[in-house]
């Protein structure tokens, strides 16, 4: 079932992002009065294919639905001799080099602009995220060097504003990547404060792991949440119900959930006065724990209080909302950030500053297109805005064979006033093959790794 839905998701959102990309190339060549014979998404045997349009364009829905193209009228492939002559003005090698750039360009911009739609849906939307009040931090962390303390709310890191979790760990990445202190505005009784986290102290390793809980950073709990209670057990009996909030313990607030643990291993036998929250009301229950044997190292023979319910801290959370004209800023502005912290993250792999593990291939964007939608339409939203960013962002890469590519081959011809000569052209076109061919083979030797967790 789990696997069915990940392929159904990972399917449709390369199938989405496929489609645009060559959209925006289409368009354009409609545009700019360029004959487009095929438009394919995917590669291999077609599944479905009709023919539109007065010249007949054959729209296609191919078996591998790793990419796609759009096939123009080229006298690269076509011999100019099997070209009807009244369509020869209409080949894409005739045309300027500025139609031909805008052309190449379109597919990655319509990406780009297909991030600040989705960016702007998901701003317009509201979407509900924890809050970034930290928990905390242990002794000797960094946080605990910066001056962290529980119940901290961050506002802003290195200037920019901060408004959930997320918001936050991305502006705290950006400073791990430049390896570089980040200034937190933090509010804390009502004041703001300044404090300098030593981001640069992690080793760049951590990005692949959960590097703020390393920095000492964390989500403060809110409340203790009931996720589980076991049929039978003194919680079931005492009354207790999966989603009740425990909000407080023999008349002490509590937030976290071994605070709660603790209280009820060391209450064999006694009763413990519950304050639960359930919707919107607020109920006394009364639960005695049951003796039974610890399960903690050191501990074998002890007998504890357990209660046989699973807890679980439940952290405040924010919604992230905007109107319609601010929602596209935003879309904007969150697309122009993605893609920045994209180029950011390729270079520094390519100097050695990160390790190429960070790289994700097909199997790993499958199984966050799983996650997300599983999730909810929100989370899956937004794996698609942010996997349309990189695909974006890859094929602006000068690299040949990928549209970047093709724009550097179109400025070189412009500043020559003259074609480039075709071997230079075959030699680079093979040289830029090998290039992604390799790093396709790395991605995907890092998701086997991650995979089988080597």
């Known amino acids: 079932m789990i696997f069915g839905q990940t392929l159904v998701a990972f399917v449709l959102a390369l199938a989405l992002l496929v489609f645009f990309h060559e959209l925006g190339h289409y368009l354009a060549a ?71 750039s805008v052309i190449v360009a379109a597919g990655p911009a319509a990406n780009l602009l297909l991030a600040i739609v989705l960016y702007a849906v998901l701003a317009l939307s509201g979407v509900t995220e924890p809050a970034a009040v930290v928990d905390a931090p242990r002794a000797a962390s960094p946080a605990a060097a910066a001056g962290l303390a529980a119940g901290d709310r961050v506002v802003a890191v290195d200037g920019d504003s901060v408004k959930s979790w997320n918001e936050l760990r991305l502006s705290m990445l950006e400073a791990m990547i430049e390896r570089r202190p980040a200034s937190l505005t933090v509010e804390r009784d009502g004041a703001t404060r300044t404090l300098v986290m030593p981001a640069q102290t992690l080793p760049a390793e951590e990005l692949e792991r959960d590097f703020l809980r390393t920095l000492g950073v964390e989500p403060a709990a809110a409340s203790v949440e009931v996720a589980q209670v076991v049929a039978g057990s003194a919680a079931e009996r005492a009354g207790l119900l999966p989603g009740d909030r425990v909000l ?61 319910a699973a807890l679980a801290n439940r952290v405040e959370t924010v919604t992230v909302a905007a109107g319609p004209i601010e929602s596209v ?23 050695g500053d990160l390790s190429w593990r960070n790289l994700s291939g097909p199997v790993t964007i499958a199984d966050y297109a799983g996650q997300s939608a599983r999730i909810g339409w929100q989370a899956y939203v937004g794996f698609l805005a942010l996997i349309s960013v990189s695909l974006g962002v890859l094929n602006l890469l000068p690299v040949p064979v990928l549209d970047g590519g093709h724009l550097v081959y179109f400025g070189l011809e412009a500043v020559l006033r003259r074609p480039l000569p075709e071997r230079f052209v075959e030699f680079t076109q093979r040289a830029g093959l090998g290039i992604v061919m390799a790093m396709m083979v790395l991605a995907l030797f890092n998701d086997i790794t991650r995979l089988f967790g080597t």
Not at 280 to 298: C, F, H, T
Not at 330 to 337: I, V
């Open 248 to 308: 407080a313990v023999d008349g002490e607030p509590i937030r976290r959930a071994d605070g709660l643990i603790e209280r009820v291993r060391e209450r064999v036998g006694q009763p413990i006065a519950l304050a639960v929250a359930r919707g919107d009301a607020r109920l006394d229950i009364q639960v005695v724990p049951e003796s039974k044997p610890s399960d903690r190292a050191g501990e074998k023979g002890r007998s504890v209080g357990r209660i046989g």
């Open 30 to 100: 409609r545009w700019c009065g360029v004959k487009v014979l095929r438009f394919s998404v995917g590669f291999g045997p077609t599944i479905l294919s009709r023919r539109f349009g007065r010249d007949r364009t054959e729209w296609a829905l191919a078996a591998i639905p790793l990419g796609g193209y759009v096939r123009m009228l080229d006298e690269r492939e076509t011999p100019s001799a099997d070209i009807p002559p009244s369509d020869l003005p209409r080949a894409f090698g005739r045309q300027p080099v500025w139609k031909r």
């Open 329 to 351: 800023v935003r879309g904007a502005e969150q697309t122009w950030r993605m893609s920045v912290f994209s180029l950011r993250m390729l270079g520094k792999m390519l100097v």
